[in-house]
């Protein structure tokens, strides 16, 4: 099983700022690694899909980079909006893994 | 616009078996498509449960080992989740999603989501 480790587990930062997460696989996944916001009470949303395509609609301001087993997620400006939780997840072997989450809140 | 909706008991009995079912409209299934579920403990991160395609071709997580039925009824145009012999641990918010097609021959992300239900194993 691919294990996605994520840091750091929360990020404090205040508004306008740059945020940077990280997301470390257990061994190669080429960049088939998707990124999801979760807001509290709703279901994650798919932001970056291999690596680095943003997904419909998502914002320029987030991006995402890496490839084999090391991502990064950067939000460049943080808008009130954009606290939340955010997940990786690969799709290069069965089974399916999700990273444990880095929480972003406001410092 | 494609929507997904979990629906089910929300109170499953320890050893009892939970049912899930997941209503897709704005998109038929048996067009082709793989579709995925999910469940997220309380104050946890996310856990793949296993996925299904149009066809009924599944591919699940090891674990929970050999507890979980998953089906497609293209007629119905639903999609159903039973996971055997609950526990405790087993309480979790459950989520359906859709696999994008961008990579033939690979699933792709989960690019539509069901907006979650909550499933509690309590006596």
């Known amino acids: 099983e691919i294990v996605l480790t994520q840091s750091p587990a929360t990020l404090s930062l205040s508004p306008g700022e740059r945020a940077t997460l990280s997301c470390r696989a257990s061994?190669?996944?080429?960049?088939?690694l998707a990124w999801y916001q979760q807001k509290p009470g709703q279901s994650p949303r798919l932001l970056i899909y291999d690596a680095s395509n943003r997904a419909t609609g998502v914002p320029a301001r987030f991006s995402g980079s890496g490839s084999g087993t090391d991502f990064t997620l950067t939000i460049s400006s943080l808008e009130p909006e954009d606290f939340a939780v955010y997940s990786c997840?690969?799709?290069?072997?069965?089974?399916?893994?999700f990273g444990g989450g880095t929480k972003v809140e406001i410092k | 616009q494609v929507q997904l909706q979990e629906s089910g008991p929300r109170l499953v009995k320890p050893s009892e078996t939970l049912s899930l079912t997941c209503g897709v409209s704005g998109y038929s299934i048996g067009r082709g498509s793989y579709w995925g579920w999910m469940r997220q403990p309380p104050g946890k991160g996310l856990e793949w449960i296993g996925t299904?395609?149009?066809?009924?071709?599944?591919y699940f997580n090891p674990s929970p080992t050999g507890r979980v039925i998953m089906s497609v009824d293209t007629s119905k145009n639903q999609l159903s989740l039973r996971l055997t012999s609950v526990t405790a641990a087993d309480t979790a918010v459950y989520y359906c999603a859709r696999h994008s097609n961008i990579t033939p021959g690979r699933v792709g992300p989960f690019d539509i989501w069901g907006q979650g239900t909550v499933v509690t194993v309590s006596s």
């Open positions: 061994q190669s996944i080429s960049s088939y």
């Open positions: 299904i395609s149009h066809s009924g071709t599944t």
């Open positions: 997840q690969q799709r290069s072997d069965w089974p399916l893994t």
